[in-house]
């Protein structure tokens, strides 16, 4: 439905067969097989012993994909419509003629609502211009976003922020929800993964405390391969007679990853080689494997007042700290998250105002390309205030855990989510 001038000339109207799609990527390739060019990147591979990605090699990149996709509630949009706003994104992202360049050729094609009832098109362009020059793609995310948001404006669709955009829900987990009377399976996995994740400071202990919250969790193995622990999956515990519905963590929330949480816990061989043996036996429905760890104990008192002056001191450092700072200040917003999120799974039979609270907050604790970002500064830790909500009793509040409360409530939330504004 839109294109470069070639592509519209011959491929304007009418439903795409084989054939079509053969010549267009005929076209398309043309001017990069023309003039001998080779566009390559990085072939970045998982080393399971090193547990790290290393480069391999490099592979071709010759076209740049990119999908542009509405919310299931916004419906869906004409040919015509989408064709203007792949127009404007492709001018916007320098890939024509419009970018004082040779132009790149390209092609938008309408693949119609997805499983989750996103309506959406695809756009391929061939990063050998005309002449036989390389199209930049440096900072193409960040000029995308930005590109998205300004097409928002202008064609009167839902405005997002790079902050608040969140993953869609598919029709049929909304109708689940809408008939069991619940929240999201999506919504309560990420505040129990969180809260766990938070409270635990090592990976074998996320692990307990997660199944301790009720959820299946499940691991996923580097190939061919039993100890080394890639990924991990989650679900709420059916019904009887029914399936558990499994989430990745990275589809609850980009800080949500394994990677992602392995580097706020303590690592050694040894804890490694913990994790694995909680891993297994989760994978397996077994009873975890230590008895005796943190989640089992009783926070000693003065860990509560310990807690609390790090939540003030956190407040004062807030306060001077600049605002365009991402990524000390999605730092702050995810150790807060954190804590509502153990605070609601302790105190809140059904999601309240600190589950929302927990949620909002860990909106403002995504960075979408966090290697764009210099490391965060160091701020006072109440990264174990969690750990302290999952082990106190809703009942029988000492004086200590209400002002540990009351510091969070008060002051830490509404500085970490002003940042959302």
Known sequence: ?????AIMAWYDDGVLDRDDALAIAKHLDQPRRAYGVSVQIKDMQWDAATKERVHVGYKDASVWHCS???????????????????????????????????????????????????????????LVREDGTKASTHGDYKKAQESCRELEVKYGLEQLSTVHSTRGYDQAEKATAV???????????????????????????????????????RPRYAKNTTDVIVGY???????????????????????????ALREEWMDSPHLATEAAAEWNAAARNRRTVSKTGPENG??????????TRNATALVEQLRALPRDDHATWAKA??????????????????????AATAAELSRTAQLRA???????????????TAMLFMAASSKNKTAAQSALMLQLESDCAPRTQSLVA
């Open 370 to 384: 966090p290697r764009e970002h210099s490391k965060p500064v160091a701020l006072p830790s109440i990264a174990g």
């Open 68 to 126: 542009l996709s509405l919310r299931a509630e916004e419906g869906a949009l004409t040919d015509q419509q989408w064709g203007d706003i792949a127009n404007d994104f492709v001018d916007s992202m320098g890939f024509t003629e419009a970018s004082g360049k040779a132009r790149c050729r390209w092609v938008a094609v309408n693949h119609g609502t997805s499983e989750n009832g996103n309506h959406h098109v695809h756009l391929a362009v061939s």
């Open 233 to 259: 999956s989650v679900a709420e515990r059916p019904k009887l007679g029914e399936r558990p519905i499994w989430f990745g963590g990275g589809s609850l929330a980009s800080d949500l990853k394994l990677g």
């Open 179 to 217: 008939r069991d009377e619940r929240e999201m399976h999506r919504s309560s996995l990420a505040r129990k993964v969180r809260a766990s994740a938070s409270a635990s400071a090592t990976e074998g202990e996320f692990v307990r405390r997660a199944r301790d919250t009720g959820m299946l969790v």
């Open 333 to 354: 917003a995810r150790e807060v998250s954190g804590a509502f999120a153990a605070w609601s799974h302790r105190l809140e039979p059904t999601p309240g105002p600190l």
């Open 298 to 307: 009783t926070p000693p008192a003065e860990m509560w007042v310990e807690y």
């Open 1 to 5: 439905m839109a294109g470069d001038a």
